[in-house]
């Protein structure tokens, strides 16, 4: 079945500096991708969500330039968390059609 | 818009007995309905999907939901719990079958006793 591999699946960074996390297809074509963020004991709050080639759509409330979406190809998106803060740890997730990926854990130090 | 309200936090059964998960959504258009489940640390798993086929959907590990349109709920059960589900499931609603925000419930943990 499809298959959306994530990383990392963790990474630990300090205050003010970027992290980038990858979201590929692995035998698909993914023309959309959903970007989540879990907070511990809750359930999924979309983020944004990245079409290939154009920019992405951010729900209300996030903030577009702290949180950089690019979808430059069918096979491969990318969220990154500039300027992270404390703040900012949580679990990420991405998502295509049905598949999501395994998820991201970051905590900010 | 749509919804989907999840009812119990928390669900605790013993090992052999039957799972029941509830799930009731809200959709002012004919929903796609669909149970996930998330182990810790981990991303969701699709369980099965509701696409307006069949109202009585099977899925994997032997989990199956049953779509009631005058109830407006789609419930998870599973005859006969293992150890091994013990996870948190969610219940999520979309207008869409491809492609399209899923709109989640806020999850329920479940708990299996030995």
């Known amino acids: 079945g499809a298959v959306v591999s994530q990383h990392p699946s963790w990474v630990i960074c300090k205050s003010g500096t970027s992290v980038k996390i990858e979201c590929r297809s692995l035998d698909f074509q993914a023309t959309t991708m959903f970007w989540y963020r879990q907070f511990p004991k809750q359930s999924l709050m979309l983020m944004a969500t990245s079409n290939e080639g154009s920019k992405a759509t951010y729900e209300q409330g996030v903030e577009k330039d702290k949180f950089l979406i690019n979808h430059a190809s069918l096979t491969l998106s990318t969220l990154t968390v500039t300027s992270a803060h404390p703040e900012d740890s949580s679990f990420y997730i991405c998502?295509?059609?049905?598949?999501f990926g395994s998820g991201t854990r970051l905590t900010v130090v | 818009a749509q919804s989907v309200t999840q009812l119990g936090s928390h669900v605790s059964v013993s090992e052999g007995a039957l799972v029941l998960l509830r799930c009731n959504y809200s959709?002012?258009?004919?929903?796609?309905l669909f149970w996930y489940v998330q182990y810790p640390n981990q991303g969701l798993q699709l369980l099965l999907k509701?696409?307006?086929?069949?109202?009585l959907v099977k899925g994997i590990n032997g989990f199956e939901a049953e779509f009631k349109k005058s109830e407006t709920s789609f419930h998870l059960t599973k005859p006969s719990a293992h150890m091994s589900d013990a996870a948190e499931y969610f219940c999520a609603v979309s207008e869409k079958e491809y492609g399209n925000k899923l709109v989640f419930g806020a999850g329920t943990i479940l708990r299996v006793k030995s």
């Open positions: 509701y696409t307006s086929a069949a109202t």
């Open positions: 998502r295509s059609s049905y598949t």
């Open positions: 959709s002012s258009v004919p929903p796609y």
